[in-house]
Every structure is written in structure tokens, then in C-alpha cells.
């Protein structure tokens, strides 16, 4: 959400007549976008902040936004004193007015909630995806999480917003979208009106030159049989299915306030791979929450090696101000949240990379997004499933689907090569149908 987010104002300040340098000590304007869901995160972007204050001096003027600003509003500036804006993610189209009008010495505060969080985008040219905010906030209060406090109340984007921004997207050469939400699967559920996340999916299907499809963030209690069924149908939509896990142990889901058991979750899983046997499910997972025993953790990794992940993003519990086990004692040491840590990550590059083995002789269709940035000569796209895959060719190939017959794999990516033989059999294929 933040890249996104970051896309979209460097949009409007290149409007507003900036022009971006990647040397911060010739910045006459320097925005941090800060998130606040893990204290690391946190304190990166204040670190970063304070080791460039020296450039007030010269008269940089310094914002600081996204859900640091939101969550810790005035109270920032006891750490950093010298910023001239603090403005939350829902006033992020404010920015470039903002930062025209603030006058020296008087910091200016725009956070809370907005009447119109979004912003449409209009990428450039050489862009072949795109990522589209279509919701904000969460009403879920997961009691170690703070986005609802950092980014509001749950808001979904009108559908001819979203619509209307993919098809003037594709227009301009974009030919995949990622639809962004804290909670997808919560998409209009503060409508007056009968709307869900499937419904905008159906609209969006129908949008001719988009090839691909895809969402984030999914929550396993909102992943319905309706969803599933029309992801499976259309081909246009990703294979990829993200629904964080956090625990395997139900006490700690409850203690979590997650609202599933670990049942329901399997059975999510199940229900999913049926419909679309090749699809991707990747997950997260929290280690050290509160009162997780020896026992609790056996039985996430326990889940973890009978899921088979296709990925895991794996985090040590780190409490957040205001979120309900703020308050709740330490029970798990730094020590052994490392350990417990290490292990699901050991686990799971197993699985990953047996996963990944099992792609090798296979042939996959693969949207080439861009040329590889070391090597001119590959090209770098994604499969079905969201995989990376890197071929090599001459031919210019970016915002098409080629088949591609995988080779090897490493770590987080697949290697191939144009495959020759289904390419001429589509040609032939193309060339049956157009003259029947």
C-alpha cells in the first residue's frame, strides 16, 4: 500500500511542477512515508528522518506521512521537532498544496479520516502494471494491530472510481492490475447498497486489453465460495491467493481476535485448491504473541508443513501502541522469538524450493513485464501464479504473454525458455481460428 501510495504522490507533486532527485542532499522538499504496523518499521523512517536534519538549515522543508503520521499525530515532533508537515494516508492528495502554503518554524497537521482517501492514478507509458487502492482502514481490530488506529475506519473506493482508473490505465499500456486492501474481501461492506469484492471483479473482467488480474490482501473469515468460483473461471484473474495464517494454535487466534480456528482455515485452503489445483496460497505468520508456549508454536509449524505454503512472510510479534495486547505482559523472550523465527523461515525455503523444483519441464504463460536491470538480454515477468520467471530473447516482448518452458528455478524465481513449439502451435492455432 505504501509503494502505491508513494506512486501516486510522486504523481501529483511532478504536477504540481517538482522534479524528483535521487540525491536527498539537493532536496528542497523531502516526504517520508513511515509505517508503524512492526516498531522496526517505525523506527527506520525516524532514523532516516534525523539523519538528514541537518538539511533544514539550507531550508528543506520535511513531511512526514502514511500511518506513522496518522497514528502518532503532534506527538512525533518530541522526536522530530523539525517537520514542517504531518499528514495521515487518507490526506495524501494535500501534500503538494500543503507543502507550498507551510510557513517556517509552524508544523502543519492533516491526519484523521477524509471524504475522499483515493487518488486516481494515470501511469506512464512504459508501465505495464499497476496497483489500485480500491479500499482503506479495517474494521477487524486484530488485537495486536494497529491499522485501524493508523489508517481509520474501513472506507471502499466507489466502483466507477476503480473502473474508471483501470480502463483509462489500459488506455495509456497497462496490462495488469493489483487490486490493494488492508481486507479485500471487506470491499463494500459500508455500502448502502448490494456490492462486494466479487461484484467490482466482474466489472473489471470486462475491461478488454487487461490481461491480468490480481488482489491483496485476503482475510481467510471473508474468502467466500463466490470469490473462489469466479477466480477459477476467468482466466484473466491470478492463481495467487494471500491469506494470512498468524498462528496455527487456536488460543492464540482468539487471543489474537482473528475469528477463524485453524479448521476454517484448512478448510479455506481445501475448498481453494479444489477449484484451482495449480494455485498459489502464500501466508503470514506471527512468532512470540503474547502468551505463545512451546506447544502453540509446534503446532503453526506443524500447519505450516501440512499447508505447503507456496510462500511465507514470517514476523516476530512487536507490540504497537494502542492495539489491545499493548497491554498484554511479554512471555516470549527476544532470544526465543529469534529462534522460533529461525525455524519457520528454515522450514519454509524447503517447501518453497521444492515448490519451485516442481515447475522445472513445465510450460507456463508468463506476462513480460520489463527487461532485466543486470542483464539487457532477459526479461522478467510473472506466471499465472504470480511466480517471477526470467527467459531470454531478442524479440520485444514486454506487455505480452509468452509460454515459456521452465529450465531451473532459485531462490523467489523460475528460469526458462521461450518455448518454441507451443509458440508456433498458438500461432497455428490463431491462424485455424481466423480462417474458419
Known amino acids: ?8 504522490l510522486q504523481q501529483l507533486l511532478t504536477q504540481a511542477g517538482w522534479k524528483e532527485t535521487k540525491n536527498v542532499q539537493q532536496t528542497h522538499l523531502l516526504i517520508a512515508i513511515g509505517c508503524s504496523i512492526r516498531e522496526k518499521a517505525e523506527n527506520r523512517v525516524i532514523s532516516f528522518l534525523k539523519s538528514n536534519s541537518h538539511l533544514k538549515e539550507k531550508g528543506t522543508i520535511f513531511c512526514l506521512t502514511g500511518c506513522t503520521a496518522n497514528l502518532h499525530k503532534e506527538k512525533i515532533l518530541e522526536k522530530l521537532p523539525f517537520l514542517d508537515v504531518i499528514c495521515g494516508p487518507n490526506h495524501i492528495a494535500e501534500i503538494p498544496e500543503t507543502v507550498e502554503n507551510c510557513s517556517p ?10 471524504d475522499n482517501p483515493f487518488i486516481e492514478c494515470v501511469p506512464s507509458k512504459k508501465d505495464i502494471t499497476l496497483m489500485v487502492p480500491i479500499i482503506k482502514g479495517c474494521n477487524n481490530f486484530c488485537s495486536y494491530c494497529v491499522v485501524p488506529m493508523a489508517r481509520g475506519k474501513l472506507q471502499s473506493r466507489s466502483p466507477d472510481s476503480v473502473v474508471r482508473e483501470i480502463r483509462n490505465a489500459v488506455k495509456q499500456g497497462i496490462k495488469a492490475v493489483t487490486l490493494l486492501g488492508q481486507n479485500v474481501n471487506e470491499y463494500g ?4 447498497i448490494d456490492y462486494c469484492f466479487s461484484d467490482l471483479l466482474c466489472e473489471i473482467l470486462k475491461i478488454e486489453g487487461l490481461l491480468r488480474i490480481g488482489f491483496l ?8 465460495e463466490k470469490l473462489l468460483t469466479i477466480m477459477a473461471q476467468h482466466e484473466k484473474i491470478m492463481k495467487h491467493l494471500h491469506i494470512p495464517l498468524q498462528s496455527g494454535s487456536d488460543k492464540i487466534l482468539r487471543a489474537m481476535n482473528r475469528k477463524y480456528t485453524v479448521e476454517k482455515f484448512f478448510n479455506v485452503v481445501e475448498k481453494t485448491r479444489k477449484l484451482m489445483p495449480e494455485i498459489s496460497i502464500t501466508s503470514d505468520v506471527m512468532v ?13 509449524l ?3 508443513k501440512k499447508v505447503r505454503f507456496n510462500e511465507l512472510f514470517v514476523f516476530k510479534y512487536s507490540p504497537r501502541p494502542m492495539t489491545k495486547a499493548f497491554k498484554l505482559p511479554e512471555t516470549v523472550s527476544k532470544e526465543e522469538k529469534e529462534h522460533r523465527h529461525k525455524i519457520i523461515l528454515d522450514t519454509q525455503k524447503q517447501i518453497t524450493r521444492s515448490i519451485l523444483n516442481s515447475f522445472k519441464g513445465k510450460v507456463c504463460d508468463v506476462l513480460v513485464e520489463r527487461k532485466s536491470i543486470k542483464n539487457q538480454r532477459l526479461y522478467i ?22 509460454r515459456i518452458k521452465i529450465t531451473d528455478c532459485a531462490e523467489g524465481i523460475l528460469y526458462g525458455k521461450v518455448d518454441e513449439e507451443c509458440q508456433l502451435l498458438q500461432g497455428s492455432q490463431s491462424r485455424e481460428k481466423m480462417r474458419k
Open 1 to 8: 500500500m505504501n509503494f502505491a501510495e508513494s506512486e501516486r
Open 105 to 114: 518554524g509552524k508544523c502543519v497537521l492533516k491526519t484523521g479520516e477524509s
Open 189 to 192: 461492506k459500508d455500502f448502502t
Open 217 to 224: 490482501t485476503s482475510h481467510p473469515e471473508d474468502t467466500t
Open 288 to 300: 512470540g504473541f503474547p502468551g505463545e508456549t512451546q506447544q502453540d508454536f509446534e503446532m503453526t
Open 302 to 304: 506443524s500447519f505450516i
Open 381 to 402: 515477468g510473472r506466471n499465472i501464479q504470480g511466480i517471477p520467471v526470467s527467459f531470454e530473447s531478442k524479440e520485444v516482448l514486454e506487455g505480452k504473454i509468452v
